[in-house]
């Protein structure tokens, strides 16, 4: 599990999990921000950060992340809670690229409170990822 840790993969990736954002209040342990987290990466691998909460996109984008993968929303989960959590978060679902960094939220499989989903459909997501060229 990768919390506030990064580890090259085979093929010269970087994989950067992040300590959840709520882990301070629940856990009273402060999460490292990106700069102390992505210090000794090479500006030039590819990197791909997982954070389970979609907030403070442009932080990821300016250091430059590759892929950053969340969940945390379900995407209301309940309709029409879709609608609060579309409020609250820049992508609430699905993708967005903001930049060159690109994003993708999972409503993931399993429920939060009631075993029940009435506003979105569980998913697991199969993502093809080809590198080239320079940042």
Not at 63 to 84: A, E, K, M, R
Not at 123 to 134: H, K, N, R, Y
């Amino acid at each position: 599990m990768l919390r506030d840790t990064c580890v090259e993969i085979e093929g010269g990736v970087v994989i950067a999990g992040r300590e959840d954002r709520s882990s301070r209040q629940f856990g009273g342990k402060q999460r490292k921000s990106l700069d102390v987290l992505l210090a000794g990466v090479d500006p030039h691998t590819p990197l791909i950060l997982m954070d389970h909460q979609p907030f403070d996109l442009q932080e990821a984008a300016a250091h430059g992340v590759d892929l950053q993968l969340s969940g945390h929303t379900h995407h209301g989960q309940l309709w029409p809670f879709n609608y609060i959590t579309s409020a609250i978060y820049e992508v609430s679902w699905g993708y967005l690229l903001k930049g060159s960094t690109h994003f993708y939220v999972s409503s993931g499989v399993g429920t939060w409170g009631p075993p029940v989903r009435t506003g979105n459909r569980p998913e697991i997501v199969e993502i093809t990822m080809t590198f080239g060229g320079s940042k």
